[in-house]
């Protein structure tokens, strides 16, 4: 147990939450607990057998604090004499502060497996593509675009300190509405307002594809009859200049009863790449 723990000092490594899906890549450094008296006395000997080894965990990818609470396990990827690449899974961590990434666990719960060159690089160096025509279907979507919406749910409840009251609707039922909900704005430190947002998600498996303004009047029409304060558009589609143009006057349009906003897909990539487990998700 002891030349492992010394493998492993500042290695990569991919985070697991309970179900074994993937939260985050960092960095990890194992420690031993062994205590400062020696081996042969009889108090280290009777210590000894109930110390773990301890973990730190840093340099985490994701810029989302609550993945810390929720992770359960992990790999770290360890290279040895240039040539020898190995995996060490790791289950059932302990955290053992209630601040930082620190775990203890049982050595009895390390698995290693000899590992091959290309896997040692893509938990080391991790490529965050985002292929937006392979986007992946979830369990009970129908297409694509209905993943798609399902991704733009889960960016509005990674933030639910801010939103609330979340009414997700079926595909083909929306009426102009993907979702609906609400989100708290500070006007003060201690006084704060809730406004009424209608989420309108539109996808194409080609980003290229140009967004609308006939089918955007269109939506924001049906949207109307809602009364929202917000009406958020998410896309992946092209929106080129002209169209951007015209979204800013619809939005100075003192006449509309709500107030339009528009995120397009290098905002959401942004995001994604900053929330690896909802990257691993859907790509």
């Not at 690089?121 to 490529?127: L, S």
Request: net charge negative; charged share 25%; glycine share 4%.
């Amino acid at each position: 147990m002891t030349d492992l723990l010394d493998e492993i000092r500042n290695n990569p490594c991919v985070l697991y939450d309970v179900n074994g899906d993937v939260l985050d890549y960092a960095s990890c450094r194992a420690e031993s607990l062994a205590p400062s008296v020696s081996a042969s006395t009889p108090a280290a000997q009777a210590v000894m057998p109930n110390i773990k080894p301890t973990l730190m965990v840093f340099h985490s990818r994701s810029k989302d604090p609550v993945i810390t609470e929720n992770v359960k396990s992990l790999s770290v990827v360890v290279c040895i004499r240039g040539d020898n690449f190995f995996e060490v899974t790791i289950d059932n961590l302990q955290r053992s502060s209630a601040t930082g990434l620190n775990f203890t666990f049982d050595p009895s719960q390390v698995v290693e497996q000899p590992i091959d060159e290309a896997r040692y690089n893509q938990v080391k160096h991790p490529q965050i593509v985002i292929d937006w025509s392979k986007i992946k279907m979830q369990p009970g979507n129908s297409s694509q675009g209905q993943a798609f919406e399902e991704l733009c749910r889960d960016v509005v409840l990674k933030n639910l300190d801010l939103f609330s009251n979340h009414i997700f609707l079926p595909e083909g039922t929306d009426g102009g509405r993907d979702g609906v909900y609400e989100a708290k704005l500070s006007i003060f430190p201690t006084r704060s307002i809730t406004m009424k947002c209608i989420m309108q998600c539109k996808y194409s498996v080609n980003p290229e594809t140009k967004i609308t303004r006939t089918e955007i009047y269109d939506e924001m029409l049906k949207v109307m009859v809602h009364k929202p304060d917000y009406y958020v558009l998410v896309t992946n589609r092209k929106a080129i200049s002209s169209f951007v143009d015209w979204f800013d006057k619809v939005r100075e349009n003192k006449h509309l009863p709500f107030i339009p906003v528009l995120v397009l897909r290098t905002t959401l990539e942004a995001f994604i790449s900053n929330h690896i487990d909802i990257w691993h998700k859907y790509f």
